[in-house]
């Protein structure tokens, strides 16, 4: 149970209060300027899971004994809570992958894979800025995941990489970039937590064919996101970290009978298909069904293949599995009839922009 923290701030001062009423002041008295008094912050982890008690002075009341004073309690987990997570995305797929999870004062991206200027446009569009981003979470080392990441950190230097180092050798060795790329990498283990502003980020397993190929599992307050991008197969840590999620990134990166009689070459749609590959739309589709909870609220899907898929096949074949088992299904576009739905289903484009969601509690 919550510990009960008083706290009645006080200022000894002979002028008058904030309401107290110019009648009630002498001419004669002259009004000092106290020092300023500071506001606890309520992001102290020291205060965390208190509650703060605070004296409310109604009008006409001014003059009242503060024992007198009605007292209103205020969980501080509740206030905390109100705190949209926004989340965007700046393209998805294999010609470059990149997404900013964070606050109006500042998150991460996921993946460096898109060109600079495109991201720096879509934050401004809607009221950010680079200056926001502390940092970029790398999941493996295709170049679509992290070719600009050292453009990005060279440019923005405030801004570091966190990735596995077993990740960052597989980009030196595979790409032709700086090795001072290393000047700005931190680090991340699988499975420790680590912190990027007010967010904690946890790295899990996933199955692709990269190096050491990672998801991330982020969390504010009480609520999670899990993001599983490029994986050929639901592995158990990554269903352990998405059926925790209030808000999934996953991969719905082909329709199986499209990849079948497509055009690519019998060794790409093995490799594809591999468990080390990329996830059917049935796949994905069947998964969200067998795990959904009244937890779960948006699926973004992602990583959609521009050859061998469609928005509206991916969307189709998920909506049809979540309306199987008796679920509302909304398009994320914030109407009454997606208020009202169960969960959220958003295809995240491949080349452009998509809006900035305003996750909240």
Known sequence: MARKLKFSPKINMPGPGLFDLDGDIAPSTPIPTPEATPIPDLNDPGLAGLDFTINIKAPGQQNRPSAEIDRIAIDTARLNATDSILFMSFGSGSSGNCSYIGGRTGGFLIDAGVDIDKVRDGLKANGLSLDHIKGVCLTHDHSDHMRYAYTLVRKHRHIGIYCTPRAMNGILRRHNVSRRIKDYHTAIYKEIPFTIGNFTITAFEVMHDGSDNAGFYVQHDDRGFAIATDLGCIS?????????????????????NMLLFGSYPEYLKSRIRNVNGHLDNKVTAEYLAKIYTQRLRYVFLCHLSRDNNTPEAALAASRQALEGIGLKVGNGLNTPEDNAANV???ALPRFDCSPLFSLRP
């Open 344 to 346: 959220q289903l958003i």
């Open 236 to 256: 158990d840590r990554a269903d352990h970290y998405m059926r925790q999620a209030d808000y999934l990134m996953i991969e719905s990166n082909y329709d199986l």
